[in-house]
């Protein structure tokens, strides 16, 4: 018992050093540990906090005991570990010192607790400075140097290495165009931006039409100042033309190489940056252009260097099958829910074809939140596109609510958000390379960001598909299928 005295003593002395938890955040830690650790620290409390003040004096002292707080770590699964960490970064004072610390106990501990096995693609906490923008002469955001390292997976054959998770931004386009989400303020999405991406989420997915420009002009000033191998990887689409003089107008699907030339150079501006990590067909042309003709612009930009992969949104197995044809298709992005979950041929066909997936809308525009609820669908706003669809009105709502509550059980039995399991369940499918999870404030990060570190069991699965088949919401299979090994 006297070495995990002297674990748990270190452990805490650490975080309050840092100042990094508040007595409710540490309460809360406490109960990750196991029982013998929780009696140590209670006995030990009066003797570390007189220590404290000799501790934070010493950062050669600190730094050393990190190896020791990585130990008492390893008491508890990857989860709580990271859990765990997540409480230590929370909230603390911007200190340089601290900076430093937490970088150790980053690159020694946590790139080796991935639930998953693979790489987390941990990098070594940057410092950077406030400086101006060149672009906008507004002042440049100090970034936090103490980013969470999360797993990551291979978006098919494109070598781009994304976490579980990523950052969705329709919403982000606000209002006063066909398709927004109501008044949205710009500086509560660029902190959920950097919240996210302090908490290490590696990438972002917009699209020109998201508020007619807006949105991409929001993920730009969030990331202005991010040192560049820090900078998370940009996706956006092509192919929605809009008209200025009438934002309520719904835009029109345009495919020709004009169009995608010129909207890939829109969002090069506003995005600014040279080239974008993946670029995708939003929705198949409506204007006569043929499949082929439009995929094979995006694989001359590619090839040209202008981006990095390019991929498809919103296509079925046959126009996937006419662009492959044509050459390889990275990517494809589906709406894919445990509610609307039309899109699964499609995502086992990328399966079979190496290419990556990622899904849009997993937790189905708030409703498998676990915090969504009739009364709310009832004062959506006029300008919300959700207050005119269909599944958030009527039987559908009332079904789709109780499948949502039926995630809390799991939720509650693996001490996460509901909105942890309904994403968990998406990334739980064969072929799928990550989930896109769109966030409007700095707080709603938390109640997904869990699902990066969350495998659901077979039985939970089980569990799951009874439960959509019990309420009847949405379509589509209600259970990933097996794969033999």
């Not at 805490?12 to 050093?17: G, H, I, Y």
């Not at 040279?274 to 612009?297: C, N």
């Amino acid at each position: 018992m006297g070495q995990l005295d002297d674990r748990v003593a270190v452990a805490d002395l650490l975080a309050r050093s840092l100042s990094a938890v508040d007595r409710q955040d540490w309460t809360a830690l406490l109960a990750c540990f196991a029982p013998g650790a929780r009696t140590v620290y209670r006995g030990a409390e009066g003797a570390i906090e007189d220590a404290i003040p000799n501790m934070a004096r010493d950062l050669e002292a600190t730094v050393a005991s990190t190896h020791l707080l990585t130990t008492l770590v390893a008491e508890v699964d990857g989860t709580h570990a990271r859990s765990i960490a997540y409480a230590l970064v929370r909230g603390r004072r911007a200190d340089p010192a601290v900076d430093a610390v937490l970088g150790v106990v980053y690159t020694n501990r946590f790139e080796r607790l991935d639930g998953d096995g693979s790489s987390s693609g941990t990098r070594c906490p940057p410092g950077s400075s406030v400086r101006s923008s060149s672009a906008t002469g507004e002042p440049r955001r100090s970034w936090r140097t103490s980013r969470m390292s999360l797993p990551t997976r291979n978006l098919g054959g494109t070598g781009i290495e994304i976490t579980r998770v990523g950052i969705g931004s329709w919403a982000l386009g606000g209002s006063d165009w066909t398709f927004g989400w109501g008044e949205q303020d710009d500086e509560d999405s660029i902190a959920a931006i950097r919240h996210a991406v302090d908490q290490g989420v590696n990438w972002i997915d917009t699209a020109p039409v998201y508020g007619l420009g807006h949105s991409e002009e929001v993920v730009a000033r969030a990331l202005d100042g991010v040192p560049e191998r820090d900078r998370p990887h940009v996706f956006t689409k092509c192919g929605m033309v809009w008209d200025d003089s009438n934002r309520s107008e719904p835009p029109r699907l345009s495919a020709t190489p004009e169009t995608i030339r010129r909207d890939l150079e829109g969002s090069l501006r506003r995005l600014r940056t040279e080239r974008i990590d993946l670029y995708q067909m939003h929705w198949p042309s409506d204007d006569g252009t043929a499949v082929e003709d439009y995929w094979s612009a995006l694989l001359d930009l590619k090839a040209q260097g202008k981006v990095r992969a390019v991929g498809l949104s919103n296509h079925g197995i046959d126009r996937l099958e006419q662009a492959e044809d044509v050459g390889h298709v990275d990517c494809l992005q589906p709406p894919f829910s445990a509610i609307n979950r039309r899109s699964a041929a499609e995502i086992t066909w990328c399966l079979d074809h190496g290419t990556g997936v990622i899904v849009y809308s997993p937790l189905q525009s708030g409703l498998l939140t676990g915090s969504f609820s009739a009364a709310r669908a009832a004062c959506l706003a006029p300008d919300d596109w959700r207050s005119k669809d269909e599944e958030f009105r009527g039987e559908r709502l009332t079904r789709n609510l109780a499948l949502a509550d039926a995630l809390r059980p799991i939720a509650d039995d693996r001490q996460v958000p509901v909105a942890a399991v309904a994403v968990a369940w998406t990334l739980a499918w064969p072929g799928v390379s990550g989930a896109i999870v769109g966030v409007r404030r700095p707080d709603q990060v938390e109640s997904w960001i869990p699902a990066a570190t969350l495998e659901l069991t077979h039985r939970e699965l089980d569990r799951i598909a009874a439960a959509i088949d019990a309420t009847g919401a949405g379509e589509g299979p209600s259970r990933p299928r097996r794969l033999v090994c």
